[in-house]
């Protein structure tokens, strides 16, 4: 069996080639975009420093800021450590932007788990939910993973919505991730219809897997964790918003308090890991597509149904693999596990959380925990039991954690 793999290995390392140039290339542009972003800020030595207490005005979290701004070519960002998560910061963004009897509109169907228990879908309402605050929902569904642009321009149209909110990730769904390029079809649209409207990005996993960003195409604000992407495995916590500055002053606000907003926050020993994360970020993020690619190739020749294709065009950084069983998808997360470099010994097994219908199983041996760019891999135990993998800060590792995820499964059937 091992000689086997090992031949399988070979043969798909060569067969994905042209994908591995054609990610080189995204990195190499991403790598420019973060220098210069570094050098045109004039980032020096002395913005490493910390804060702590209230970090009145701090100077190198106020320039980590900037940097952001010029990277997304937002007028304004907010990058701290006391955002916790990205579905913190997404309920910050919400919560500022919404106000009671406001609406907001999802097109790209229900959002992810998380993000659902903000707003206050399904039964266990929270009292904490934007719905408790009286801020009406709607959704508009994908078809065949397309917007639908004319029920988008005609609700539009026909009613007073407030915020749209766009998922690029796919979430715990079946459904693909989005392209830049459908995103920037589906700006258009909305424009032509509404000038007004705020447009919010999700764009958790997304964050330089391409060569532009949401706002650059027409979005008003953007969201995202530090434990992913632009993380790159050294952020030890923190999320952004990046946007337009009357947007960013509210969820300043909101995060803080009304008269306060970015004046405050203190660093508490982030800055270094902040820039240093950022530096190496589309490294860490063409390694995650890299392990993405390999991994999408080999499933689909053992024969499991995965997406995307290893040669199709990706929007993220997460690949997604039906395993069909509750069994193979517990044998390959506890795979994945084995191959992590902390906790390898650990025997991850369903369980329930927080802000989930289902059992969970998250497999992730991390440095930092909860960070997904670093080799993870969890799905919700629900048909058609789709484990969705993401990260690998290099390439090495990350191929190494996939096949002792095959090498799981394969002794699951003895």
């Known amino acids: 069996m091992e000689t086997n793999i090992q031949n399988l290995v070979k043969e798909v390392e060569e067969q994905i080639k042209p994908q591995f140039s054609k990610i080189e290339e995204i990195c190499e542009k991403n790598s420019i975009k973060v220098i210069k972003a570094f050098q045109d800020c004039n980032l020096q030595e002395m913005h490493l420093n910390s804060s702590t207490g209230y970090g009145i005005d701090e100077p190198g979290r106020n320039k980590i800021e900037e940097i952001y701004s010029k990277i997304f070519k937002a007028e304004d960002s907010l990058v701290r450590a006391q955002l916790i998560s990205g579905t913190h910061a997404l309920a910050v963004t919400l919560s500022a932007l919404l106000r009671p009897n406001d609406t907001m509109l999802s ?73 830049i390029e459908k995103i920037e079809k589906a700006i258009k649209a909305i424009r032509e219809v509404n000038k007004e409207v705020i447009i919010m990005v999700d764009n958790c996993y997304g964050e330089f897997v391409q060569e532009k960003e949401p706002i650059e195409i027409g979005a008003d604000i953007v969201v995202g964790s530090l434990m992913k992407n632009l993380g790159a495995g050294i952020a030890t916590s923190g999320a952004y918003i990046s946007g337009k500055a009357k947007l960013i002053k509210l969820c300043a606000e909101r995060l803080t308090a009304p008269g306060i907003g970015k004046e405050i926050g203190p660093s508490l020993e982030q800055n270094t890991k902040f ?69 390898s010994n650990v025997i991850p097994e369903p369980s329930p959380m927080g802000g989930y219908e289902d059992e969970v199983i998250m497999a992730a041996g991390t440095f930092t925990e909860g960070s997904t760019i670093e080799l993870s891999a969890d799905g919700p135990i629900r048909p058609p039991y789709i484990a969705y993998m993401q990260g690998g ?11 002792k995820a095959i090498e799981e499964m394969e002794k699951g059937k003895a």
């Open 107 to 179: 097109i790209t169907g229900a959002p992810y788990d998380t993000l659902q228990t903000v707003i206050g879908l399904g039964e266990n309402v929270s009292e904490s939910s934007l719905k408790a605050y009286g801020i009406k929902y709607k959704q508009i569904e994908l078809i065949d993973n397309e917007f639908d642009i004319p029920k988008i321009q005609e609700t539009l149209k026909s009613n007073q919505i407030k915020l749209v909110e766009i998922q690029r990730s796919r979430g715990y769904s079946t459904r693909k991730s989005l392209t």
């Open 393 to 403: 800060l290099t390439y090495e590792y990350g191929k190494y954690g996939v096949l």
């Open 275 to 343: 820039l240093k994360g950022l530096f190496f970020a589309p490294q860490v993020v063409a390694s995650s597509m890299k392990t993405a690619v390999f991994s999408s190739c080999i499933l689909e020749k053992l024969g499991f149904d995965v997406d995307p294709k290893y040669n199709e065009k990706r929007a993220d950084i997460v690949q997604t693999i039906k395993l069909g069983t509750k069994e193979k998808l517990i044998k390959f997360c506890q795979g994945i596990q084995k191959g992590s470099p902390i906790d």
